[in-house]
């Protein structure tokens, strides 16, 4: 038996034309039977590391019974010179996700996922303690299981008091392992006693993993790395999916 959780999250390649650039991670939203790709927005584009990428491909498991059955599906992330995906700002600037609309009448018929919705999003942040255990679901360095085509998870804590904005900001930290392709990773915590309304996911979504943290003035040599990420609250997908 898969865990559904593992069903909501496929590995991300971006391209520029033919010419393969990046992997990262993302995972799927529905709202009013719309469907969404997340991700970090600077997957999509960055302008300080020079990623330009104009398509992304994503893996797609295409029979239930059988994982290592899959296609790539690929998404044009501009239509007529205008970005196709979605971003917004708030007040301390830019926030560091985005969303891409899937068009599911191109998907295969067949194909097996599964999606977060409004209903795993909290109602109230201050029902989550600072240390409370967290899963990042992810791809980190494009590893993953070859054959099954399944992410692979790190364990995380909550490492800053969840509802505050960290330094103004708004993202929460988390204290977790983290790699260069885990950019996107839902960041999610188990359910003890689900709602039916949760379906066969049991989980809450707290937030979109972005970039790990570190101190400017370490000393390379004498000081190891923090070991901190800023994960930015999910609740500004009701804003970026909203028509």
């Not at 927005?41 to 491909?57: A, L, T, W």
């Not at 999606?115 to 600072?130: G, I, N």
């Amino acid at each position: 038996m898969i865990e559904t959780i593992l069903l909501t999250t496929p590995r991300i390649l971006t391209f520029d034309g033919d010419c393969g650039l990046t992997n990262a991670t993302g995972f799927y939203f529905e709202r009013d039977d719309r469907l969404f790709l997340v991700t970090s927005r600077h997957v999509m584009f960055d302008e300080p590391s020079g990623h330009f990428p104009n398509r992304i491909e994503i893996e797609l498991h295409t029979n239930a019974a059988n994982n290592a059955e899959s296609t790539g599906f690929s998404m044009l992330l501009y239509r007529d010179g205008k970005s196709a995906w979605r971003q917004a700002e708030d007040s301390a600037g830019e926030v560091d996700v985005a969303v891409l609309e899937i068009d599911r009448a191109a998907l295969p018929k067949t194909t097996s996922f599964r999606a977060f919705t409004p209903k795993h999003l909290l109602s109230q942040l201050d029902q989550v303690e600072v240390g409370s255990s967290l899963l990042v679901v992810g791809f980190p360095l494009g590893f993953h299981d070859t054959l099954n085509h399944m992410p692979v998870v790190r364990q995380a804590i909550i490492a800053s008091s969840f509802g505050l904005r960290f330094q103004g900001k708004g993202y929460f930290l988390t204290d977790a392992r983290t790699h260069r392709g885990t950019s996107g990773a839902p960041v999610v915590m188990r359910v003890a006693k689900p709602a039916a309304e949760l379906g066969d996911l049991p989980w809450m979504l707290l937030g979109v993993h972005s970039a790990r943290l570190d101190v400017g003035e370490r000393d390379l040599e004498v000081d190891e790395a923090l070991g901190l990420n800023c994960a930015w609250y999910a609740d500004i997908l009701m804003t970026l999916t909203q028509d």
